[in-house]
């Protein structure tokens, strides 16, 4: 198995990797710092917040619903390493315009009439930022790295991407959103002069036109990936994967305020032991299967992810009818309960659970198709997601707005893993010698 300290020091791997971590880091910050202080500060209803958490998720999502079939054309058919540069650059005016709308926030400057949607335009364009770099983080991998370092860069990328989401969340709960604002301008600027040292990855297949119909172009793009049954298979696992990642994300915030009655820096805990968990079992799944691109144990590692999320489920309804304080309990305060490292263990290993579930199913869209089409793949990937997490936010919203509690929205997660543990051992047999099954490519 080539190592992860191996990878590390390689120029043809080392400069993505970096870009990446800005870029995840950034996202989470700039989106947690928002969602966190508008949850906290302005609105002071349940109903209300959960709704504006989903908000938030849509609003990142639909643009990858959109755009993702041009931006797969545009980075199979253009040099990758040039894209991923001009999208940098135009993340550091994406994020002026954010830490403008944080800044306003802060000074309780037409909070609700200006600062609101510009903050909320910035996400919205973040969106479309991540739409165009997504492809290409996993695409230009086959073409930078030897087949069989594929899965370890592929779990590299994640791991360093979940690291990045802990490290900008933790920023996002304990610093004050004003200094949020300038933090999000500076990495953005990082990033940029990280993205400049990516090595060239000219395309593959050349003088292929690129169709500007968004509509016709996605439909296209879908139908023509999902004819190979192992790519077709791991897209809807990785879908229903995120769809159930988007209610838990879209849950976690309201939760801890309104039924664990904690503050927004035990949020920010919940989300930095989520990207803590996923980290890790991208490097476990990655060490089980030494390289092998594999669904082997993605089936049992969902059962075990809905398991938790059903022990979560038990232990967040015992605490709610335990707890007996009616003011937020800080971080000290939330560990010092008896139930807390239940529910902390109980979230760990749903992101670990759920991390070995994923990663090897990333590596299958990158090494199942032919090395020109990757990145449209990957950005077929991302339409049917975006439309899975896009309906999860939609359900999600819709049940806080029908007055269901976000804790008994946890038991819908639950139920979506025994569906996502189907697809995994459909994708396993699909892979797997001799099975009727087999890929046809």
């Known amino acids: 198995m080539i190592t992860s300290t191996y ?15 800005f870029n995840a880091f950034n996202d989470n910050l700039y989106k947690n710092a928002m969602v966190l202080f508008v949850v906290y500060n302005v609105y002071n209803s349940p109903e209300a917040e959960g709704k504006f958490s989903a908000l938030a998720s849509a609003v990142f999502i639909i643009p990858f619903f959109l755009l993702s079939a041009f931006a797969g054309q545009l980075a ?11 999208v940098k650059l135009a993340e550091i005016f994406i994020m002026m315009v954010g830490g403008i709308g944080l800044a306003m926030a802060w000074l309780d400057m037409l909070t609700e ?7 909320l335009l910035a996400l919205f364009a973040m969106g479309i930022h991540s739409t165009f770099f997504g492809p290409i983080k996993y695409a230009i991998l086959p073409q ?132 803590v968990g996923v980290a890790i079992g991208s490097v ?8 092998e691109v594999s669904a082997r144990y993605s089936p049992v590692s969902v059962v075990v992810m809905g398991l938790f999320v059903g022990a979560f489920y038990f232990v967040c309804r015992a605490w709610g009818e335990s707890i007996t304080t ?33 990663v090897p199913l990333y590596a299958f869209l990158t090494t199942k ?8 793949t990957v950005a077929a990937n991302n339409i049917v997601n975006s439309g899975a997490m896009v309906l999860g936010s939609l359900i999600a919203g819709a049940l806080s707005a029908i007055g269901v509690r976000v804790v008994e929205q946890l038991l819908l997660s639950a139920v979506m893993c025994v569906v996502a543990a189907w697809l995994g051992w459909l ?4 892979e797997t010698p001799g099975s009727h099954t087999a890929s046809a490519e």
Not at 10 to 18: E, H, N, S, V
Not at 254 to 272: M, R, T, W
Not at 369 to 376: L, V
């Open 369 to 376: 198709c032919p090395p020109s089409q990757a990145a449209r």
């Open 427 to 430: 994708l396993y047999k699909a």
């Open 76 to 86: 199979d058919m253009r040099d990758k390493a040039m894209i991923i540069r001009r």
């Open 144 to 275: 930078h790295l030897k087949r069989e370092e594929v899965l370890s860069g592929t779990g590299l990328v994640e791991a360093g991407t979940y690291v990045a989401i802990l490290a900008g969340t933790i920023l996002a709960g304990f610093v004050e959103v004003e200094v949020a604002g300038a933090l999000v301008f500076i990495i953005a600027v990082a990033g940029y002069l990280t993205s400049r040292s990516v090595p060239s990855a000219p395309p593959l297949e050349k003088d292929t036109p690129i169709d500007y119909n968004v509509l016709r172009s996605s439909v296209a793009l879908v139908r023509n990936t999902m004819h190979r049954r192992e790519v077709f298979l791991a897209i809807l696992a990785i879908s229903f994967f995120w769809a159930i990642g988007t209610v838990l994300f879209v849950q976690f915030t309201p939760l801890v305020k309104n039924f664990l009655i904690a503050s927004k820096e035990v949020a920010s805990l919940f989300l930095v032991i989520f990207s």
């Open 7 to 21: 990878l590390l020091k390689q120029r043809r791997f080392l400069p993505l990797f970096a870009t990446q971590l």
């Open 113 to 119: 009439a200006m600062a609101i949607p510009l903050m």
């Open 284 to 291: 476990a799944i990655n060490a089980l299967l030494k390289g």
């Open 326 to 358: 009616t003011q937020l309990l800080d971080v000290g305060a939330f560990i010092a309960e008896p139930l807390a490292p239940v529910v902390l263990f109980t979230l760990l290993m749903i992101a670990i659970s759920g991390g070995m579930f994923v």
